[in-house]
């Protein structure tokens, strides 16, 4: 299973400091408590206020744990804070939780009707609803075709344009029977979910906080700890794809220069060639897992190369 995966992956020494980036609900932190020693120490992360209360139901009171509210963008500064640089191992676990996707109050899904709202932190200023009254048709269809993939992504903003001309869209059925009328019936639910995952990414700007996590983890990290991130859908994966490759090359000449001129050192080693993907027992108890991809590397030493 995944879990347990990630949690071989991550753990280098039973004494060090981690930093759990995604609490969600809490089950890879309490995993990640059951194997480390009474010497290692865990910080988790999450904007969601609901998320940490559940992870402090299931773990307890266990003095090795500190919860945090925040972006997992901030965890270098947040575990400054906790004064746990350096790093032994930072674990993110992209994307959203299956309660907040079963919780139609929070609008995450298309399936339960609920206000649009799609804020992992709800002190965030922007709700789906605002960003939908205030977009305008090009901004909109940048969103759908940018974060969501959506092939006709110019019509469905249009079409959100108009409807909102004869009253506010705010709840999630509202949405939805507007996809549903500019779609075929046997696509819907893949457009669907697509129009309300570029939302979700642009109303918690997700893709931002992706990249000044792997940044900030990289920084944190001491030599030999490890970086281990799971994420969901292709745009997470490409990013943490590309960002994992480049710091193990180091060298950012371009690729026909015959030597390396720009001196930069590796600052991962990559821990496997490819992405680790669920097994058919994990998707068949989860089908959520389907699309996971597990990606891992390691802070190498200063100067290290492969």
């Known amino acids: 299973m995944l879990l347990e995966q990630s949690i071989g992956l991550l753990v280098v020494r039973g004494d060090g400091t981690y930093v759990d980036g995604t609490v969600g609900g809490g089950g890879h932190l309490a995993r990640l408590l059951e194997v480390l020693g009474p010497g290692g120490r865990v910080l988790g992360i999450d904007r969601d206020p609901d998320a940490l209360e559940e992870t402090r139901r299931k773990i307890g009171e266990d003095e090795r744990a500190r919860l945090r509210q925040g972006p997992f963008g901030r965890l270098r500064e947040l575990a400054a804070g906790e004064d746990l640089l350096p790093l032994s191992g930072v674990l993110l676990d992209l994307g959203v939780s299956s309660r907040q996707l079963d919780d139609p109050s929070k609008g995450f899904t298309y399936r339960k009707d609920g206000p649009l709202d799609m804020r992992m932190d709800p002190t965030s200023p922007l709700t789906a609803a605002e960003l939908l009254a205030e977009a305008g048709a090009e901004e909109l269809t940048r969103i759908l075709s940018s ?107 371009p690729p026909d220069f015959p030597v390396c001129v720009c001196g930069a050192e590796p600052t991962l080693r990559l821990l496997s060639r490819g992405a680790v993907m669920p097994d058919e027992q994990e998707i068949e108890s989860n089908p959520r897992a389907r699309s996971a991809r597990l990606r891992a590397a390691e802070r190498t030493r200063d100067g290290e190369r492969e």
Do not use: W
């Open 147 to 253: 974060y969501g993939e959506v092939r006709k992504a110019r019509t469905l903003a249009r079409a959100v344009v108009r409807a909102r001309e004869r009253q506010p869209l705010r709840r999630s059925g509202e949405l939805r029977r507007i996809v549903e009328e500019h779609t075929p019936p046997h696509l819907r639910n893949k457009v669907l979910s697509r129009v309300f995952q570029a939302l979700r990414i642009a109303v918690n700007d997700e893709l931002g906080e992706l990249d000044r996590a792997l940044e900030g983890a990289v920084e944190a990290l001491e030599p030999t700890g490890r970086l281990v991130v799971i994420s969901y859908h292709s745009l997470e994966d490409r990013r943490v794809k590309r960002f994992m490759r480049e710091a193990a090359r180091g060298c950012t000449c």
